[in-house]
């Protein structure tokens, strides 16, 4: 069956250090997208793809990066963590219609920076 | 405001009866709308999609979309103890999905 996994489920970095999470979806969707979710923001865009080497920032994109060299995979990079982003991260993608069609997403990625 | 709101509950209803979630949106414009739940420490799964005006159900449950009114719906009938969760509103805007904060439900046995 298709799916969509995330590597490491949980993670804990010191400040400072640069941080990759991993995203790998087996559904062929064309549009791939990072979220993250905090007590009372609700989930937040940080990163979107509809394509091979297409990449687009959200609305918290700061601090934050993404490439997309294939379909199946949408890594996210913190370059430099910081305290603030703690948090839960998804990812998720989408068959078609740039981004309007419905998501599904990963299993998510417990990230702790301190 | 925000371009999704939800009331974020707690919503406590008894087992048995209907459950009822709202969202309202501000985007006259959106298209498409969909209901997700969630549980505790798990990812968003979707459950309905909506495009036009009325109603539209799969089994227990019934999206119902009003864009005049600008807002959308989610009823569960025959409310489950499993059905306790945590249920998101998303609205699509300019390709993207954009997120209500979520209303928690609990369904009381």
């Known amino acids: 069956d298709a799916e969509i996994t995330q590597s490491p489920r949980h993670k804990i970095t010191e400040t400072g250090r640069q941080v990759t999470l991993a995203c790998h979806q087996t559904w062929n969707h064309n549009n791939m997208f990072w979220y993250r979710q905090d007590l009372g923001h609700g989930l937040r865009l940080i990163h979107y793809?509809?394509?091979?080497?297409?990449?687009n920032k959200g609305e918290v994109s700061d601090g934050y990066s993404v490439s997309r060299s294939n379909t199946e995979d949408l890594p996210l990079t913190l370059e430099s963590a910081a305290s603030s982003q703690t948090s839960v991260y998804f990812c998720?993608?989408?068959?078609?219609?740039?981004?309007?069609?419905?998501?599904?997403f990963g299993p998510g990625t417990r990230l702790t920076v301190t | 405001q925000k371009e999704v709101e939800q009331n974020s509950g707690p919503l406590s209803v008894p087992e048995g009866a209907i459950a009822s979630l709202n969202c309202t949106y501000s985007?006259?414009?959106?298209?498409?709308f969909f209901w997700y739940r969630q549980y505790s420490g798990k990812s968003p799964e979707l459950i309905m999609f909506i495009y036009s005006n009325g109603d539209k159900e799969d089994g227990r449950f019934t999206a119902q979309l009003n864009k005049a009114s600008q807002y959308v719906s989610l009823l569960i009938r025959d409310s489950q103890p499993s059905d306790s969760a945590t249920y998101l509103c998303?609205?699509?805007?300019?390709?993207?999905?954009?997120w209500g904060a979520g209303t928690k439900l609990i369904i009381k046995p």
């Open positions: 793809s509809y394509g091979v080497q297409d990449t």
């Open positions: 985007d006259r414009g959106s298209q498409s």
């Open positions: 998303a609205v699509n805007k300019d390709y993207q999905l954009i």
């Open positions: 998720a993608s989408s068959e078609s219609g740039q981004g309007a069609d419905e998501q599904y």
